[in-house]
């Protein structure tokens, strides 16, 4: 019992540091538009973004109030890695699994 309350509790915290990282409502950014390390996180969290925005409207995928180029090429390297890495892994097991 102690060790399932234990990852809900760490679930639960991990989701709430998540949520707090998520792309800006465009009426709360800041002066500092969201660079390319940002790109990169909000690449990886994604998906998340996606769920808590169907629930909360002001919630994007993609930071409005961005540096440019360099925001998108993060966001992009992200999402290609994250999910492309995916693919990759499958494809390997796939491939192991023909083997046998």
């Known amino acids: 019992m102690t060790k399932a309350?234990?990852?809900l509790v760490a679930a639960i915290l991990i989701l709430?540091?998540?949520?707090?990282c998520l792309p800006r409502e465009t009426h709360l950014a800041?002066?500092?538009?969201?660079?390319?390390?940002?790109?990169?996180?909000?690449?990886?969290?994604?998906?998340?973004?996606?769920?808590v925005?169907?629930?909360r409207p002001g919630v994007r995928v993609y930071e409005p109030f961005n540096s440019g180029w360099w925001?998108?090429?993060?966001?992009?390297?992200?999402?290609?890695?994250?999910?492309g890495g995916i693919s990759l892994t499958r494809k390997k097991?796939?491939?192991h699994r023909q083997n046998l």
């Open 30 to 51: 800041g002066e500092r538009p969201a660079g390319f390390l940002m790109g990169i996180w909000h690449g990886w969290i994604a998906p998340i973004s996606l769920i």
């Open 93 to 95: 097991a796939s491939a």
């Open 71 to 83: 925001y998108d090429f993060g966001f992009y390297i992200a999402i290609i890695s994250g999910f």
């Open 53 to 55: 925005g169907i629930f």
């Open 16 to 20: 709430s540091m998540f949520t707090g």
């Open 5 to 7: 309350l234990f990852f």
